[in-house]
């Protein structure tokens, strides 16, 4: 018998989204192929294609390589500008640098750690090829003004949206806006697979390159498919595809999305419902969700009053073993990039390094031992 989703405990939701997966690796290897590009692989890119309306996607063995991709088919220069937060990821600049690019970081908003869409306009040069947005937290940036200041300036817009699978920006899904986007499946991701990764081809005119730079500069998807009776070597490219095993584990992830959703978006809601009073107490800020945007519950942090704050509760949360970590350290300030920045400074952006601090966010979580253990610290 069915158990009504309201019915289920935990223990059973949890249970089940971790034996999902052994049946589709078995079915995988019994398959008799388990390099990339198969069975589980295509599964996997109908799921995306038809659940989110993307109009190509190709899944890679982590999101820094679909980044790569896109640097690669947006046909990226030495000398070309690239314009994005400095608030993020190292492979999001790393994917353009590899390619001679030079980045010019935004800074972030002040109520929200993602990109200052409005400062973006200013940075914009004779040399600028693309922006790269990034939802950090899997929370929306303002996007119809991303994409109206693409289309003036004649620019590409690639979003980064390694956390931001099954969120939305305006009733539009994530990844969907862009002329390309990337995901990433790594294990602290809602839906992961250990390391993977997807690039989401939207604008039709990089379908066909797409495929060849995935299978190492080959025509070899067109052969399979009996467009060609040989193939060869017609591009650059790399081994971007995962193998079948990775494809498969991710594809039973995907069959398990919304009991995967639920959870984590009741983990988040126990947070906010029993932190509010705490943090306003304490001086600490809480995510806030603009209207625009929706939740998928991939993070819950804390911006601390100030650097000291944050340690403290970081040491107070591991003397009782729970881990809680900061996030990003500002790109332009880092060892690599800091002689190459343009000088200008991005406060906020060091607002957040200093300050933020996310709260563990797994699917087995119990949140009430954080939340007691958290609350009984006072400033
Ligand atoms: C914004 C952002 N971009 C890219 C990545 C890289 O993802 P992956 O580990 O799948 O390469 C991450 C990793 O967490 C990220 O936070």
Known sequence: MQTQPEL??????????????????????????????????????????????????????????????????????????????????????????????IIKFVDSRKDHPGMDEQAVASLITPKTKVIVVVHYAGVACDMDDIMLLAKENDLFVVEDAAQAI?????????????????????????????????LVINDESFIDRSEIIWEKGTNRSAFFRGEVDKYGWVDIGSSFLPSELNAAYLFAQLEQLTNIQEKRTSIWEAYREHLSEWAHRNSISLPKIPDYATNNAHMFYLVC?????????????????????????????????????????????????????RLPLFYELETKKVTDILTAYEK
Request: hydrophobic fraction near 35%.
């Open 8 to 101: 289920r405990t935990v223990e059973q939701i949890v249970e089940q989204v971790l034996n999902a997966a052994t049946p589709r690796i078995e079915d995988a290897v019994a398959r008799g192929k388990i390099s990339g590009n198969g069975y589980y692989t295509q599964k996997c890119h109908d799921f995306f294609e038809t659940t989110y309306g993307f109009k190509k996607t190709l899944l890679t063995t982590s999101c820094t390589d679909a980044l790569e991709m896109a640097a690669i088919l947006l046909n990226i220069q030495p000398g070309d500008e690239v314009i994005m937060p400095s608030y993020t990821f190292v492979s999001t600049a790393n994917a353009f640098v590899l390619r001679g690019a």
């Open 166 to 198: 099954n969120s939305y920006y305006k009733e539009k899904p994530l990844g969907g806006i862009g002329h390309l986007a990337a995901f990433s499946f790594h294990e602290t991701k809602n839906l992961q697979c250990g390391e993977g990764g997807l």
């Open 305 to 357: 009053e100030n650097f000291e704050q944050r340690s403290n509760l970081i040491q107070h949360l591991k003397k009782n073993d729970i881990l809680s970590v900061f996030h990003y350290l500002s790109l332009h300030n880092s060892q690599f990039y800091k002689n190459k920045h343009d000088g200008r400074e991005l406060l906020l952006s060091e607002f957040y390094s200093e300050r933020l601090l």
